[in-house]
Structures are given as structure tokens and as C-alpha cells.
């Protein structure tokens, strides 16, 4: 649960999975190599299969994004195994992790679904010298060669700045993600904290979903039926929220196009086709493009780089992005994620517009 400061302290649930996932797997003798930094290769040579976990294939991003892996590890060249999906399930990703270790593999790319569960599967990586790449989400501890993710800081300011100069006074909801997650936590905050400094006319309502499409639609009708003057909505995740929000709305006779009285102004983040095609058709107004493209290749690329024994400082990239060190130590690679509206929803270049 998120603490007062926005800060996250792990929930009893969360350690007792990380400590039984820990006891469930098999103790090694400690294998790792330490990288030697610069872009000397005493590592691996690059060699080997890797793993790649997905959280979950129930969202359009996330499908988006398995269809991108295999076409960027063979761009990358790497050899990567066929995917395999957690489902949701921060217990299954720890055995998936620990399968994939057994198979052999020379490194893993694991897109986390609970930032402090992660640490049990990440510990046995480490023990037998695997490199592990997080995509998406940051781990709360652990040894990860890089994080691959946009700043989800900038998510939750980027959605509270649309819907603070779109709607002068009045009740706006964020659909939140699972806050055992950094990346639902990092955009509910800076929402939270976005309007209390920049919108006070603005009142914010919130909505736990836990990245469950079910649960934000009964949510957000119960919601609604209390708030009818509901003025704005913030998704946090289009590919789960999407569909379920423009449904629950169209059944209560509250789905007003662009430019109609009554509309309600919704901002998003994903960057799927489905949310550029509501926007195109006015049902919603702007989305944060999170780049499923790139996680994908820059997941092949940092993880070939490790198997290398390559390292990296924290600074700007040659590919438009910024490496920045957390405050756990772990480096993470921000990459872009641009606002589309009306006005730049056709652009070529954005990755929902290519799949």
C-alpha cells in the first residue's frame, strides 16, 4: 500500500510471497559474474537463450508487446525462447522465473507484476548467474542489469496537466493501478500531488483497479452513481480500462462526443489503436503513448549487453533517452512517451499507429 508520502511499504501479503517464493526455490551455489563496466565483454560472449515473462495477455499493450519480441531479438540478435505469460499472478512469475533458470537460459527479460515479490525470483537469477532486464516496472530490491521503462512520474503529470487546463473546477477520477506495482504508484502520486499544487480547483476521486478490467467498470459505476457530475476521468491503463470505462458510460447515457454538452474529458496511457481510434471518434480526448516497441527492443538490447558483461552510467542515450540511477541503486533507462491528442493522433512514427 501507498503511505501517506507516496512512498510504498510492502504489504504483509507482499513479503510472506516473496518469502515463501524464496523458500520454494532451489539454493545454489552463488555463480554470479561481476560485470566489468565500459563496453569490455568478460561475460558470456552474448551467448545463449534467453527468457522472456510477460506479466500478463489480457491487455492489448501487453499483446502488442509479445508481438514485438521476437521480431527485436532477432533484430538485437538474440536467442530468445518463446514467451511465457504469468497471468496476473506475482506467485506464478516467481515459478516461471525459476522454470526458465532450470531450462538453462543465459538471461531473462521479466516484466514485473509485484515490485517487491520480484526480488525472490531476482535473487535466484542472481545465485546462478543469470542477468535479469525488468521491463515496464522497476523492482523495489534485487539485482537487475537495467530497467527498460518510461517515467511514470511523468504519466501521472502529463494526465493531471491535460485534464487541469481542459477542466477549470469540478470532480475528476483516477482509475489507479495495482499500487503493489511502482508504476501504479508513481502515477497515482503524481496525479494526486500534480492537482493539489496546480489545480486546487479540482477535486480528485480515485479508484483502485489492481490493472483489472472488472473491477474499474463496477468501480466507476458505483462512482458515478454518487458523483453523476463527474467532470474528468485519468485510465492509468488504457489496455485494461479502456473498454470497460466508454462501456459503463455508454450504459448510464454519460458517453458524450468531444465538443457535446456533457462530455467528460478522459486522458489515458498506453498508446494502443484502440485508444487512438477513440480519440479519432471523440470519446476520448489525449493518451500517454508507453512505447511497447521499444521495452521490446531495448529489453534485447541491455540483456545481450549483459550476458557481455557490459555496464552503464547514468546520463543521456544515443537513442533519445536518459539513464538515471533510483534510489535503490538500479539504473533505469527512461524512454520517450509522448502525448497524443487529436492534433498528433495520426502520426506515423507513434508505434500504435504501425501494428
Known amino acids: 500500500m501507498a503511505d501517506g508520502t507516496g512512498r510504498f511499504a510492502p504489504s504483509r501479503a507482499a513479503r510472506a510471497l516473496a518469502a515463501a517464493a524464496c523458500a520454494a526455490l532451489a539454493l545454489t551455489a552463488c555463480g554470479s559474474t561481476e560485470d566489468t563496466g565500459g563496453a569490455d565483454a568478460s561475460g558470456g560472449g552474448g551467448e545463449g537463450q534467453v527468457g522472456v515473462i510477460l506479466p500478463l495477455l489480457t491487455s492489448p499493450f501487453w499483446q502488442s508487446y509479445n508481438d514485438y519480441v521476437p521480431k527485436m531479438a532477432e533484430s538485437e540478435g538474440v536467442d530468445a525462447l518463446k514467451t511465457v505469460n504469468s497471468n496476473s499472478d506475482p506467485s506464478q512469475q516467481i515459478t516461471d522465473i525459476n522454470n526458465q533458470l532450470n531450462q538453462g537460459v543465459k538471461g531473462l527479460i521479466v516484466a514485473p507484476l509485484d515490485s517487491a515479490a520480484i526480488e525472490a525470483g531476482l535473487d535466484q537469477a542472481e545465485r546462478k548467474g543469470v542477468p535479469v532486464v525488468a521491463v515496464d516496472v522497476a523492482p523495489d530490491q534485487g539485482k537487475v542489469a537495467m530497467v527498460v521503462r518510461a ?49 486546487p480547483e479540482l477535486e480528485v476521486l480515485e479508484i483502485p483497479a489492481e490493472w483489472k478490467s472488472d473491477t474499474a ?96 552510467e547514468p546520463g543521456p542515450t544515443d537513442h533519445g533517452s536518459e539513464i538515471v540511477k533510483l534510489p535503490s541503486g538500479i539504473l533505469e533507462d527512461q524512454l520517450p512517451a509522448p502525448l497524443v491528442t487529436k492534433e498528433n493522433v495520426d502520426d506515423p512514427e507513434l508505434w500504435g499507429n504501425t501494428v
Not at 477549470?168 to 502520486?189: C, H, T, Y
Open 151 to 199: 517515467n511514470n512520474v511523468a504519466y501521472g503529470e502529463k494526465a493531471c496537466q491535460y485534464l487541469g487546463e481542459q477542466i477549470p473546477s469540478g470532480k475528476v477520477v483516477q482509475i489507479m493501478g495495482d499500487l503493489a506495482s511502482v508504476n501504479g504508484r508513481e502515477r497515482s502520486e503524481a496525479f494526486r500531488s500534480c492537482v493539489e499544487e496546480n489545480f
Open 217 to 312: 467498470a463496477s468501480k466507476l459505476d458505483t462512482l458515478l452513481n454518487a458523483n453523476p457530475d463527474l467532470k474528468g476521468i485519468y485510465m492509468q491503463a488504457g489496455g485494461v480500462y479502456l473498454a470497460p470505462t466508454l462501456q459503463t458510460l455508454k450504459s448510464k447515457g454519460m458517453l458524450k462526443k468531444a465538443g457535446e454538452d456533457g462530455h467528460i474529458t478522459i486522458v489515458s496511457n498506453d498508446g494502443i489503436p484502440q485508444e487512438y481510434e477513440a480519440i479519432r471518434n471523440g470519446e476520448i480526448d489525449a493518451t500517454v503513448s508507453q512505447p511497447a516497441d521499444l521495452y521490446a527492443k531495448f529489453g534485447m538490447y541491455y540483456i545481450k549487453a549483459a550476458m557481455e558483461g557490459k555496464t552503464f
